[in-house]
């Protein structure tokens, strides 16, 4: 006979399976993530992050000094350098035009225009020289296949926290999701422990109307609200989102926790007014402890959808530099530096680290509170 209780499902490999699977679906990019937020731009666009450790050759062109900075040597004339600057990396071949930039080995003589000579150096060194004296301000262009070693830095970070606005719109982004997730779960609470154990008339169509606001797009909702907070002169303004964000989590706080607060045993509270306390005096003792698993678990939904929101805040916030949120921020940066690929992954993990914070340290009660009002007291 299968599902006896007590023996196992021959499916719990495959749920096993499933779970393991969406685990390092989710981490590995994350994982990525992080690794790309220390290269810099030229290893980003090189190589993926799976081979941030070990060497990436990449073809490069670079510019010498200016040739008016030459110097006499004997009958020629000498410009010399490195391509690596401040860095450092291995020439495997270098040229002098776009045709041919590997056309010579590293410590070749190559011939160019105007009776120049160039030769590159494993290292990078670079020599040209001219029979004649080199004059302009534009320097020679120097092709070259280099190889370079794994490098991390935290230049990404700085500029995204100190250079690039990030850091403002980090405040901006924490002054909206805290009110935003503590003023509807104070309502919230008090709505669901009177619909859960106070009789008054209406009730059952109470429940069935905010059972039907769970449905209900909130971008039906987004013009007809900005132009009420407009005309009571809290549109833009921090309040004016707070209320919004508050009006759409309320249906789903009242849900969840009056589900919750439902199934808690009837005994106690039966006792407690027996005992002459007042319904506010039974919420504040003995609701509100026994429904922080609740009270936490709609906090994680509501702090994640809030920090990640982008439409409610563009739309009852605006896009000042002043009350850019993060979501914005990284709009701007993605739209104006598509190609800075290592700001973009430092700015992208700067805005999940709180969010992440945050669910693994109250995941503990997401389930419980998920699962808030599956079996009732009796």
Known sequence: MDNIVGQRSALTWAVNFAVIFMVVLWTVPTFGLLVSSFRDRDQITTSGWWKSLVSSEQNIIVRSQEPEKNVKDGDLYVLEGNIFDATSGEVRAFGVNSREPMAFLPGAVAEMAKGRTMTVAENGDYRITSVEEMTGTRGIRIFATSVTPPKFTLDNYERVLFSEGIWRSFINTFTVTIPATVIPILIAAFAAYALAWMEFPGRALLVAAIVGLLVVPLQMALIPLLRLHNSIGIGKEYLGIWLAHTGFGLPLAIYLLRNYIA???????????????????????????????????????????????????????????????????????????????????????????????????????LVRGLLAGSVKGG
């Open 263 to 365: 199934g808690l045993p009837r005994e106690i509270i039966e006792s407690a007014r027996v005992d002459g306390a007042t319904d506010f005096e039974i919420f504040r003792r003995i609701i509100l402890p026994l429904s922080f698993p609740a009270l936490a678990s709609f906090a994680i939904f509501q702090f994640l959808w809030v920090w990640n929101d982008l439409l409610v805040a563009t739309v009852f916030l605006g896009n000042t530099e002043e009350q850019l949120v993060m979501t914005g921020r990284l709009r701007e940066l993605l739209g104006s530096r598509g190609g800075d690929w290592e700001i973009l992954a430092a700015s992208a993990f700067v805005s999940i680290a709180v969010p992440l914070l945050v669910f693994f340290t109250m995941q503990r009660y």
